[in-house]
């Protein structure tokens, strides 16, 4: 790595104006003091070389795998046998099926309604000197 630190190198970075001349001569940029020596140079650039083409490497393998994977998964479909053709011939469902009163939800309807029970005479009231049953005065 080159002789100053990364923040040491984005500090000076954010103190350079486009419109005004720095104030020392020794921050003008190229100057001696600013420049790292080659070999650093070097080393740097072979690292982000070495990351960049590892990336691109590692981008390729999985594009890769994932081909495969999809290759494989298409013969498979290809090679599996149709699904199987019912044996029995299925029969007709009843006319009348209620599918929640044979899970026993409710209770079973008839398919016929039954004949309603025959409505019973009213009764008669009670002779005029006798009283209706419950509706006598509580005793004391």
Do not use: H, Y
């Amino acid at each position: 790595m080159s002789g100053l630190s990364w923040r040491e190198r984005m500090r000076r970075m954010n103190q350079r104006s486009l419109f005004r001349p720095s104030a020392a001569p020794s921050e003008v940029p190229g100057t001696p003091d600013d420049l790292p020596p080659p070999a650093t140079v070097r080393a740097e650039a072979m690292q982000r070389l070495q990351v960049g083409v590892f990336g691109i490497g590692s981008m390729v393998l999985l594009v890769g795998l994932a081909s495969i994977i999809g290759g494989q998964a298409e013969r498979n479909d290809k090679l599996a046998p149709p699904e199987a053709a019912p044996t029995t011939e299925p029969s007709a469902a009843p006319a009348q099926a209620n599918p929640l009163a044979d899970a026993g939800v409710v209770p079973d309807i008839a398919a016929e309604p039954s004949p309603s029970p025959s409505v019973k005479p009213l009764d008669l009231p009670p002779p005029p000197g006798q009283r209706a049953p419950g509706n006598a005065a509580p005793s004391q």
